[in-house]
């Protein structure tokens, strides 16, 4: 079956899964894991899940359980402490809301807005010099980029370089940068008028943030927004995230 976790991915993620059973053993957790795996990579409904995954119930429910739990947040936390502190990047991808996930009055709450191609939701990532995600977040579509940059890079590391566009070129953000005992090398905006210090040459590294959501974007369950609830699409955002890191291991195993 399409999409399964191979031998080394199912390795590294088990010791990272709850192993607290009470009651009635759960259901093989690998199995699960593929099935919201297949939701993830195909985008379709979780009613679709192919029967050799179980009941989609079982899915669907060990998906929004964990989500609650925080499972999903731990893990990639825990693999992203392998990431390239040397260098880190952000940025924002816009993501079409589907129809069927537009459908709650309080759209603000749940990281929906209206732009000018409809209701969309935003992506803000933080990732390393390999493009390997180190924190995510999720707001509406028609918030300004830098929004959560505070909140993103809140755990700057001392000595790191932080790469971003002219949209992050705001004195706020590289005073924090300068804090952290970071620098920014952000290309100024138009209208700036005292000199800034940047390289255009090693500003040439951003684009490994780009191909991080063109990545991610594979998955269609992050390519266009299905869930009414954010918190549900931000899980699936970190699912892809985690598949990315994950594929580290194959080297190792």
Not at 204 to 229: G, M, P, S, W
């Amino acid at each position: 079956m399409r999409y399964e976790l191979a031998d080394y991915e199912w390795s590294a993620i088990k010791p990272m899964l709850p192993n607290k059973p009470r009651g009635v053993p759960r259901v093989n957790d690998r199995r699960v894991l593929n099935g919201i795996f297949w939701v993830l990579r195909s985008g379709a409904p979780w009613r679709d899940l192919p029967t050799a995954f179980g009941p989609y119930t079982t899915c669907y429910n060990r998906f929004v359980r964990w989500r609650r739990a925080g499972v999903w947040s731990r893990i990639i936390e825990a693999l992203a402490t392998a990431q390239d502190a040397a260098v880190q990047m952000i940025d924002t991808s816009i993501v079409r809301v589907h129809q069927h996930g537009a459908c709650i009055t309080t759209n603000q709450r749940q990281s929906m807005g209206r732009s000018r191609g409809g209701l969309t939701s935003k992506i803000h990532a933080v990732v390393d010099g390999n493009g390997l995600p180190v924190r995510l977040a999720l707001s509406p579509g028609e918030a300004h980029d830098v929004r959560l940059a505070g909140k993103l890079l809140s755990r700057l590391k001392s000595g790191a370089m932080l790469l971003a566009d002219r949209g992050y070129d705001a004195d706020w953000i590289r005073e924090l940068a300068m804090k952290k005992g970071a620098w920014a090398n952000i290309p100024p905006k138009t209208n700036r008028s005292d000199p800034i210090c940047f390289s255009p040459y090693l500003y040439r590294a951003r684009n490994q943030v780009e191909r991080f959501f063109n990545r991610i974007k594979h998955c269609r369950r992050v390519a266009t927004r299905y869930d009414r609830l954010a918190a549900n699409y931000l899980a699936f955002v970190q699912l892809a995230s985690i598949r990315l890191w994950l594929r580290l291991y194959e080297s190792a195993s």
